[in-house]
């Protein structure tokens, strides 16, 4: 073979092939020469070279994470203040409370509330924290008081703060609750009573005592945070568990602040029961409610959240941080929000705990948060005192949109931080799921109100017009800015054929944002990462900054956005016997909500710039 191939060689080499290609190229590369010129305007690398001008290089490492204090207390010991028990997790669930003057104190009733309060110009700074349980169930008028404490912030021995929670309006026949009947075989009789609902609302308040005590001159700022383990029937040696957190941060001293969290529905088949609802409410409060006779079958949509800020009777205090002498617009402004010296803030999430081991841990398998600050916009000092935030789907019916609603009656700016960890536990096929931090601020959130045509028309664009059967809940009267989210190949209905709007819904495409608020929004600040399997080395991330948002965008085309698909949340038993275990199916249900909300805007982004330019985009 050696042989052959030097022949073939020589004889090439004799043939004058080499001069012939040396001789080709010459001429070849003499026409280009020839035809050499100047770049100039309109040449493809003229207009290449301007938009790489524009190109930047950035570091795209997964963030350092950051969490609100209640999660680093709940996954993380050695952040426990001295006080506090070795581990906070049997604070929440062990049954060291169980006594003769507490007969329900049993760990799954119990509940922590923390309070940390930073002085200005590094001054003192104090930890306080208390522990109860929600045997302390109290009716007062129409509404069930489930706890209230009174906390000593700065050890004085005087009381600083009240912290409660209430259930409001569950007594109120046809508007708090109400039953459904079935047919009785028995002719001419009533209809046997199948289906209880009722329609409550939880209230989070934290109040200075004594709004003249000297200690709120000095606050710099003021974090409030319920933790909560839940009242499922868990076997405490063998099963996995939950904690919720609801936490709300200050700037300014807290005057009757309210956090509402609103449900439309919660509905329990008591068809094996019959009972008049009166007879029904009395065993639930009471804890006599035979459970194997009651479960819970639907919590629904809308989902209200109202904050109310309200200044003290005489005072701007607490939305004109101007008053306090704390906060400068000029150098204060930029600020991270946990830092920001004018604002206030909430939060909600949970930690999910595994088995308890042999030598008393408590493995960490996941968690996930969704934490909002609102500050005053640029050059300015007033914080909302009134925002409502609604979260509406239709997750019971065609499964086809998510809203997130907002009104708010000053300008603002939000900072919202979702966070979600599932790297110890499966995903779909995975044998484990991914870390998400995503962080985003918008400058300029809209106020005020729209005019009620332009909801019923946002709404009737979407395919949800005002009146229609597949509507949960009813359209808002007051409405700063909606996103909207709407997969139109799962919608089923009938909709509205109106060819003056935007998007006929009558023709629509597969899928649809919308986006719309009674004025621009002047910043979005979008960044998020994201971990494969928890790994930082197999990673990615996004940042997408926009200036100057129109007053309503439409993005419609052939991607789709599917929700997550993610249970982060498996109830041991949807049976019922307590009032505790209903309000942790509740809230628990309102934060995986808020949660997928979050995983699908998270996903936007990249849907949205995946499709630019592209077919049907």
């Known amino acids: 073979?050696?042989?052959?191939?030097?022949?073939?060689?020589?004889?090439?080499?004799?043939?004058?092939?080499?001069?012939?290609?040396?001789?080709?190229?010459?001429?070849?590369?003499?026409?280009?020469?020839a035809s050499k010129r100047p770049v100039q305007s309109g040449d493809a690398l003229a207009d290449a070279e301007n938009v790489l001008n524009q190109?930047?290089?950035?570091?795209?490492?997964?963030?350092?994470?950051?969490?609100?204090?209640?999660?680093?207390?709940?996954?993380?010991?050695?952040?426990?203040?001295?006080?506090?028990?070795?581990?906070?997790?049997?604070?929440?669930?062990?049954?060291?409370?169980?006594?003769?003057?507490?007969?329900?104190?049993?760990g799954i009733n119990t509940y922590a509330v923390y309070v940390n309060f930073s002085s200005r110009n590094n001054g003192p700074s104090y930890e306080a924290w208390d522990q109860g349980t929600f045997t302390g169930e109290l009716l007062v008028g129409t509404d069930l008081v489930l706890f209230e404490n009174y906390i000593d912030i700065d050890g004085d021995g005087s009381d600083d703060l009240s912290v409660g929670l209430t259930l409001e309006g569950l007594t109120t026949l046809g508007e708090g609750f109400g039953i459904e009947t079935g047919s009785n075989p028995i002719p001419g009789a009533p209809g046997l009573p199948t289906e209880l609902w009722i329609r409550p609302t939880f209230q989070w308040a934290v109040n200075a005592l004594n709004i003249n005590d000297p200690l709120w001159n000095e606050l710099e700022h003021l974090e409030v945070t319920l933790m909560k383990g839940l009242a499922f029937d868990i076997t405490l040696s063998n099963s996995e568990s939950y904690a919720i957190v609801v936490d709300t941060r200050f700037t300014q001293p807290p005057s009757e602040v309210t956090l509402g969290v609103g449900i439309e529905r919660i509905s329990?088949?008591?068809?094996?029961?019959?009972?008049?609802?009166?007879?029904?409410?009395?065993?639930?409060?009471?804890?006599?409610?035979?459970?194997?006779?009651?479960?819970?079958?639907?919590?629904?949509?809308?989902?209200?959240?109202?904050?109310?800020?309200?200044?003290?009777?005489g005072s701007t205090d607490q939305t004109d941080c101007?008053?306090?002498?704390?906060?400068?617009?000029?150098?204060?402004?930029?600020?991270?929000?946990?830092?920001?010296?004018?604002?206030?803030?909430?939060?909600?999430?949970?930690?999910?705990?595994?088995e308890v081991q042999p030598d008393q841990s408590v493995d960490i398998l996941e968690y996930a948060y969704l934490d909002v600050g609102f500050h005053p916009e640029e050059g300015n000092t007033i914080i909302p005192?009134?925002?409502?935030?609604?979260?509406?789907?239709d997750n019971l019916g065609d499964n086809s949109f998510d809203t997130i609603e907002i009104y708010s009656d000053v300008g603002t700016d939000v900072y919202i931080h979702y966070f979600e960890d599932r790297s110890n536990v499966p995903e779909g096929d995975d044998p484990f799921g991914n870390i998400t931090d995503s962080r985003l601020w918008i400058r300029g959130l809209p106020s005020g109100s729209?005019?009620?045509?332009?909801?019923?028309?946002?709404?009737?664009?979407?395919?949800?017009?005002?009146?229609?059967?597949?509507?949960?809940?009813?359209?808002?009267?007051?409405?700063?800015?909606?996103?909207?989210?709407?997969?139109?190949?799962?919608?089923?209905?009938?909709?509205?054929?109106?060819?003056?709007?935007?998007?006929?819904?009558?023709?629509?495409?597969?899928?649809?944002?919308?986006?719309?608020?009674?004025?621009?929004?002047?910043?979005f600040n979008y960044a998020s990462t994201f971990k494969r399997g928890g790994y930082s080395g197999d990673s990615s991330s996004m940042v997408v900054q926009i200036e100057d948002l129109p007053r309503v965008i439409v993005i419609q085309g052939s991607f789709l956005l599917s929700s997550t698909g993610v249970n982060r949340v498996n109830f041991d038993n949807p049976n019922l016997n307590t009032i505790a275990q209903f309000f942790d199916n509740a809230l628990l249900t309102v934060v995986e909500i808020v949660l997928d909300i979050g995983a699908i805007l998270n996903g936007l982004p990249n849907a949205v710039v995946g499709t630019a330019g592209s077919t049907g985009g």
């Not at 005192?385 to 789907?393: A, G, Q, V």
């Open 55 to 106: 190109v930047e290089l950035r570091d795209t490492s997964p963030f350092e994470e950051d969490h609100p204090r209640p999660y680093q207390f709940l996954t993380d010991v050695a952040t426990h203040p001295d006080a506090w028990p070795y581990n906070l997790w049997q604070t929440l669930f062990s049954i060291e409370n169980l006594g003769l003057d507490n007969l329900l104190g049993i």
């Open 322 to 354: 101007s008053e306090t002498l704390n906060y400068d617009p000029e150098t204060d402004y930029d600020a991270s929000s946990r830092d920001h010296k004018c604002g206030i803030g909430i939060g909600v999430g949970y930690v999910r705990f595994g």
């Open 450 to 523: 729209l005019h009620p045509d332009e909801i019923a028309a946002i709404f009737t664009t979407i395919g949800e017009a005002p009146g229609s059967v597949n509507l949960p809940g009813e359209i808002p009267d007051r409405l700063s800015l909606m996103i909207a989210i709407k997969n139109f190949s799962a919608d089923n209905s009938n909709n509205v054929n109106d060819p003056t709007l935007p998007l006929n819904p009558a023709e629509p495409p597969n899928t649809l944002l919308l986006i719309a608020g009674t004025s621009a929004i002047k910043e």
């Open 385 to 393: 005192s009134e925002i409502d935030l609604t979260l509406r789907n």
């Open 268 to 313: 329990f088949d008591i068809s094996s029961a019959i009972a008049l609802p009166q007879q029904f409410l009395a065993s639930l409060l009471l804890g006599t409610v035979n459970s194997s006779d009651l479960s819970l079958t639907g919590i629904t949509a809308p989902y209200a959240v109202r904050l109310n800020n309200p200044n003290a009777p």
């Open 1 to 33: 073979m050696l042989d052959a191939f030097a022949s073939t060689l020589e004889d090439r080499a004799a043939e004058g092939e080499s001069l012939v290609a040396i001789q080709g190229a010459q001429s070849a590369f003499a026409l280009v020469d």
